[in-house]
C-alpha cells in the first residue's frame, strides 16, 4: 500500500508541475524571498501576465 501512495504522489506531483499548478506558489515564494515589499499579484493576474507575456514572446511553442 505505501509504495501505491507513493506512485500516486509522484504522479500527481508530476501532473500539477506539468500543467504549470505550482508556479503561482513558486512565483509568490520567490517575490516574498527576493522582493519583501513588492505586491503579491492576484492568482488570476499572475495568469493573465503570464499568458500576456507567451503571447508577445512566444519561443519555441508549436502553436
Same mark, same amino acid.
Given at each position: 500500500?505505501?509504495?501505491?501512495?507513493?506512485?500516486?504522489?509522484? /504522479? &500527481?506531483?508530476?501532473? &500539477?508541475?506539468? /500543467?504549470?499548478?505550482?508556479? $503561482?506558489?513558486? $512565483?509568490?515564494?520567490?517575490?516574498?524571498?527576493?522582493?519583501?515589499?513588492?505586491?503579491?499579484? &492576484?492568482?488570476?493576474?499572475?495568469?493573465?501576465?503570464?499568458?500576456?507575456?507567451?503571447?508577445?514572446?512566444?519561443?519555441?511553442?508549436?502553436?
Amino acid at each position: 500500500m505505501s509504495s501505491l501512495r507513493r506512485g500516486w504522489r509522484a /504522479l &500527481t506531483w508530476y501532473v &500539477t508541475g506539468v /500543467l504549470g499548478e505550482s508556479d $503561482y506558489q513558486r $512565483y509568490v515564494a520567490h517575490l516574498r524571498r527576493v522582493h519583501p515589499d513588492a505586491a503579491v499579484p &492576484t492568482v488570476r493576474e499572475f495568469w493573465r501576465d503570464r499568458y500576456a507575456a507567451q503571447d508577445a514572446n512566444p519561443g519555441a511553442r508549436c502553436c
